[in-house]
């Protein structure tokens, strides 16, 4: 066929509508169908995804809050910061009861008011639902036990009544701490209060040391024993909840389906 091309407007058709008159070829030529072009797909260039702008860390105080936590002070936070909180109001209240001296009272109320803003940064951070990291808490207890210490040396070091304070200090890190944690940090507060004892205090009152010292080792016994009890019934609880949870979840998937009912047939 040849390549003319032709419009029904200025070519002459046969009748049936299969040929045309090809003037310049004097001839009649089949009417061939024009070739369809493949249509050009309409590809809008679609935009890539914008890639999510990487989450910037917190700064300032709530970079000390995260998720590195261990399971025993996840859920004795808690009794850490009231443990805290009964240790400075009660540490106020003897430090203005009865007052040595002006210097002594400054220290004092230096040393309880700075464990007062740890502390209160901490229950914030309860509050929030962000618990601080171990190494924090681990730290704040720390402070404890120096606060204690200091306000200890400066009123004389055995005959300090002060020295109580250790034992709300050791309650908390024993609820709250694991076992080996909970050993160091109570050596720590035996070796420390020992030695102080020892260089304050008369050879007649060693048995009255060796009593304070043996009753700070008691107290860290008991909670520590008391922490891991409750542990256990709390895995125990837990381990009940899931098998009642899978118990229901199979009989729910083991009851058969029902079927629809099939509709009587009418008769004519």
């Given at each position: 066929?040849?390549?003319?091309?032709?419009?029904?407007?200025?070519?002459?058709?046969?009748?049936?509508?299969?040929?045309?008159?090809?003037?310049?070829?004097?001839?009649?030529?089949?009417?061939?169908?024009?070739?369809?072009?493949?249509?050009?797909?309409?590809?809008?260039?679609?935009?890539?995804?914008?890639?999510?702008?990487?989450?910037?860390?917190?700064?300032?105080?709530?970079?000390?809050?995260?998720?590195?936590?261990?399971?025993?002070?996840?859920?004795?936070?808690?009794?850490?910061?009231?443990?805290?909180?009964?240790?400075?109001?009660?540490?106020l209240l003897l430090s203005f009861w009865t007052p040595k001296d002006l210097l002594t009272l400054q220290v004092q109320l230096a040393a309880i008011i700075a464990l007062a803003f740890g502390n209160f940064y901490l229950h914030v951070?309860?509050?929030?639902?962000?618990?601080?990291?171990?190494?924090?808490?681990?730290?704040?207890?720390?402070?404890?036990?120096?606060?204690?210490?200091?306000?200890?040396?400066?009123?004389?070091?055995?005959?300090?009544?002060?020295?109580?304070?250790?034992?709300?200090?050791?309650?908390?890190?024993?609820?709250?701490?694991?076992?080996?944690?909970?050993?160091?940090?109570?050596a720590l507060v035996v070796g420390i209060y020992g030695v102080i004892c020892l260089a304050t205090a008369t050879s007649d009152e060693y048995p009255a040391v060796f009593t304070r010292l043996l009753t700070i080792a008691a107290v860290?016994?008991?909670?520590?024993?008391?922490?891991?009890?409750?542990?256990?019934?709390?895995?125990?609880?837990?381990?009940?909840?899931?098998?009642?949870?899978?118990?229901?979840?199979?009989?729910?998937?083991?009851?058969?389906?029902?079927?629809?009912?099939?509709?009587?047939?009418?008769?004519?």
């Amino acid at each position: 066929m040849s390549a003319t091309q032709w419009s029904p407007a200025s070519h002459l058709i046969s009748p049936d509508g299969k040929w045309y008159w090809d003037g310049a070829a004097q001839e009649w030529k089949p009417i061939g169908k024009p070739v369809a072009q493949p249509a050009t797909p309409d590809v809008t260039p679609t935009k890539p995804p914008p890639t999510p702008s990487p989450v910037q860390p917190m700064r300032g105080l709530s970079s000390f809050a995260g998720t590195i936590r261990s399971e025993d002070l996840a859920y004795g936070q808690t009794v850490l910061v009231w443990a805290r909180w009964i240790l400075i109001g009660t540490g106020l209240l003897l430090s203005f009861w009865t007052p040595k001296d002006l210097l002594t009272l400054q220290v004092q109320l230096a040393a309880i008011i700075a464990l007062a803003f740890g502390n209160f940064y901490l229950h914030v951070q309860l509050l929030r639902g962000h618990p601080a990291l171990d190494n924090v808490i681990y730290g704040a207890s720390l402070a404890d036990i120096g606060v204690v210490t200091a306000l200890v040396l400066v009123q004389g070091g055995y005959p300090s009544p002060v020295f109580i304070f250790y034992f709300a200090a050791i309650v908390g890190i024993s609820v709250a701490f694991p076992t080996q944690m909970t050993a160091g940090y109570t050596a720590l507060v035996v070796g420390i209060y020992g030695v102080i004892c020892l260089a304050t205090a008369t050879s007649d009152e060693y048995p009255a040391v060796f009593t304070r010292l043996l009753t700070i080792a008691a107290v860290a016994v008991c909670g520590n024993l008391f922490a891991r009890h409750e542990a256990q019934r709390r895995e125990v609880a837990i381990r009940i909840h899931d098998e009642l949870l899978d118990e229901i979840e199979q009989d729910a998937s083991s009851q058969p389906e029902a079927q629809p009912a099939t509709p009587a047939s009418k008769e004519a």
